[in-house]
């Protein structure tokens, strides 16, 4: 990006109602057969447009042709019965009842390919696809077959990799993986995490990232911080080695967050998304807001590697909050924006 601060989102944006239900995860779609299919595009359209009118930088989908952003994906791969549900304690937090890997998994065809290329079909801009990251993936399935977390996440890492390649052969320009799971289980990171999720971006000549938070902004997870204490330093256990790793960016959770800024020093070198929006409050920031935290952390990144972004995903928001928080996000990079060229 030659743009000083390129302004994006982490994930996932409201949907509109007629489309899925608002403000809930794994909303059930409201269309059917072709209806659905041409209403995501529509809905992908309309998302794309608020986030231009917004003056986004780099742009997504807003994950408006998925339910859910990890199960979409897992759907489509083989070696998963949906009909044989088991509860798991997801990242040890909730129970959610999910489905069970009762076999070899494999990607049945590409997933969100055609998805790509229809948001690439719309504009010039610099796009970013959002994938699951490994380890994020098992965290939301029962293995039935393999019994290892670390050789389930391998095998998912092979068919992220296909998957990823397919994104880039179409135009997509950033590919990012999610792994708040990275935030839970350090030492699995360390041992294999950060490993695996090389392997999903082997080969690849486009920018990836991942996307380390703490959740969307749902009650389960705003009780969960409430457990961690006054200062949350997870990101210290996985900086080090994330430093050291060939991903290009890292899209981190900042604002309202307990996260020490100082701790950005520990991946020094990388491009940083630094989430200075929050996204489990309907209280919109003031430009200001926004502006001061992108501030506090150009003391540890630099700022062409810098990129204004949401702590997590928006899709539990109301569309209108939404919508305000993508303006505050453009308006504070852009006062901060302005101060560093008028150095
Ligand atoms: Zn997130």
């Known amino acids: 990006m030659k743009k000083l601060l390129p302004t994006s989102t982490a994930g996932s944006l409201p949907k509109p109602s007629w489309l899925a239900q608002p403000e809930v995860l794994w909303s059930p779609w ?39 952003f990890v199960t979409t994906f897992i759907e489509n791969l083989n ?10 304690k997801i990242r040890n937090r909730y129970e959610a009842s999910v489905p069970t890997v009762i076999g070899p998994v494999s990607r ?10 229809f948001l690439r079909q719309q504009t010039d801009q610099p796009i970013k696809w959002a994938l699951p990251g490994p380890m994020t993936m098992i965290d939301t399935l029962y293995d039935n077959h393999y019994k290892s977390r670390e050789k389930l996440a391998w095998e998912f890492a092979k068919i992220l990799n296909e998957e990823a390649k397919e994104l880039e052969a179409v135009g997509v320009d950033i590919i990012q ?15 294999w995490g950060i490993a695996t999720l090389e392997r999903a971006i082997e080969g690849l000549k486009c920018e990836t990232a991942v996307h380390i938070c703490y959740g969307y902004g749902i009650k389960a997870n705003t009780d969960w911080k409430k457990t961690l204490g006054t200062e949350w330093r997870q ?9 050291k790793s060939n991903i290009d960016i890292i899209s981190l959770e900042c604002q309202n967050s307990h996260v020490p800024i100082e701790l950005l020093e520990l991946i020094r070198g990388k491009k940083v998304m630094v989430g200075a929006i929050d996204v489990a409050t309907n209280t919109i920031e003031t430009p200001e807001e926004v502006a001061a935290t992108l501030r ?14 949401t702590n997590c995903g928006m899709i539990p928001l109301p569309r209108s909050v939404a919508r305000g928080k993508l303006d505050a996000l453009s308006a504070g990079a852009e006062i901060v924006r302005k101060e560093l060229l008028a150095k």
Do not use: M, W
């Open 79 to 88: 070696g998963v019965d949906f009909e044989k549900r088991e509860t798991v």
């Open 108 to 117: 049945q065809k590409s997933v969100f390919v055609e998805d790509a290329k």
């Open 296 to 309: 506090k952390a150009l003391q540890f990144v630099d700022a062409d590697k810098l990129y204004p972004c």
């Open 30 to 68: 409201k269309l059917q057969d072709q209806e659905l299919i041409d209403g995501k595009k529509d809905a992908l359209r309309l998302c794309l447009e608020d986030q231009q009118q917004a003056g986004i930088d780099i742009v997504s989908d807003g994950e408006q042709t998925r339910q859910h």
């Open 235 to 243: 990101y210290e256990e996985i900086f080090p080695k994330l430093q």
């Open 177 to 191: 993986f999610d792994e708040p799971a990275f935030n839970v289980f350090f030492d699995e990171v360390n041992d």
